[in-house]
């Protein structure tokens, strides 16, 4: 099937056009029965991380080094390309709508801090589930012709009136956690941490800027960047030191207002460590994960 979009930037597309469309946009909330998603697809050319960039990403997800690239680095490298397919005429629905409720990476292998990448994304079709209607955008990261970069994000397009279902993945990962002896850290996300996410990733979303910008859509508080999260959780992981092929599987559940103190929860064994982001009371879980290697 031949491609409905095909987008091809030389560099990475600035938001705001994006968003400007995204708000103005009259589309529904979900599709009709019958109707999908068509396939869209785009290409960003290869771009060599800057070092003074990559040094400032490192240190707002407390990453212990800057030779090498986060596991999640790509991905903000790519959020660009992202939002101008999902805010393009192509897309059938709101992207006001849509939540984030999965995220896959699969980093072949690690990314030299000087080494180039280029990127390449598609997405088409959707599933019909219990809460509404999901679509997986994919995404692959290439130095030269080698793919050492995969992503699956996957969105919810929630129907109304349907509450958010814990699946069954995520389930057995919290099973596993009042079973088990676990080892736990925590910290602070401290109030400017939407900005300071966002001078770096270039990504403005009000909802993560500050408590009147994030009103109108539905947060009480400004909430930390799902993303952010992820890359924090891996980085306290010590994915940095991961060298074969390393898999990071990301459910979130809950938002993470801001600021905050958050634990994290672990346990490892056999090259898989699960863990779970939860406040500190322990009564409010924000996310689990699955972060494991492979031996290179």
Not at 176 to 187: E, G, H, W
Not at 206 to 228: E, N, Q, S, Y
Request: proline share 6%; net charge positive.
């Amino acid at each position: 099937m031949s491609a409905s979009l095909t987008l091809d930037f030389a560099t990475s597309p600035g938001i705001w056009l994006s968003y400007s469309r995204i708000v103005s946009s009259r589309k529904p909330a979900t599709m009709r029965a019958g109707e999908t998603a068509p396939r869209i697809e785009a290409t960003l050319a290869a771009v060599r991380p800057e070092p003074e960039h990559l040094a400032r990403y490192a240190a707002l997800c407390e990453g212990p080094r800057t030779d090498v690239v986060p596991i999640a680095y790509p991905h903000m490298l790519a959020s660009g390309m992202h939002l101008a397919m999902l805010s393009s005429p192509a897309f059938p629905i709101s992207v006001l709508g849509l939540v984030h409720v999965n995220n896959r990476i699969i980093r072949e292998r690690i990314q030299d801090a000087a080494e180039p990448i280029a990127l390449r994304s598609w997405l088409e079709g959707h599933r019909d589930t219990e809460r509404g209607q999901e679509f997986d955008l994919e995404t692959e990261g290439l130095a030269g012709q080698e793919v050492i970069w995969r992503e699956t994000s996957t969105f919810l397009a929630r129907r109304r009136g349907r509450p958010a279902s814990r699946s069954i993945a995520d389930k057995t990962r919290e099973s596993r956690f009042d079973k088990a002896a676990v080892a736990s850290t925590s910290f602070a996300v401290p109030a400017g941490l939407g900005r300071r996410y966002a001078s770096v990733s270039g990504d403005y979303n009000p909802i993560h800027l500050a408590d009147v910008t994030a009103r109108p859509f539905g947060f009480r508080k400004a909430i930390a960047h799902g993303m952010w999260s992820l890359a924090r959780c891996a980085a306290e992981l010590g994915e940095a030191g991961m060298t074969g092929q390393t898999t990071l599987d990301i459910a979130f559940r809950l938002p993470v207002y801001l600021p905050a103190w958050v634990t994290l929860e672990s346990r490892a064994a056999a090259g898989t460590v699960d863990f779970a982001l939860k406040d500190s009371s322990g009564n409010r879980l924000y996310l689990t994960g699955e972060l494991r290697t492979a031996t290179a």
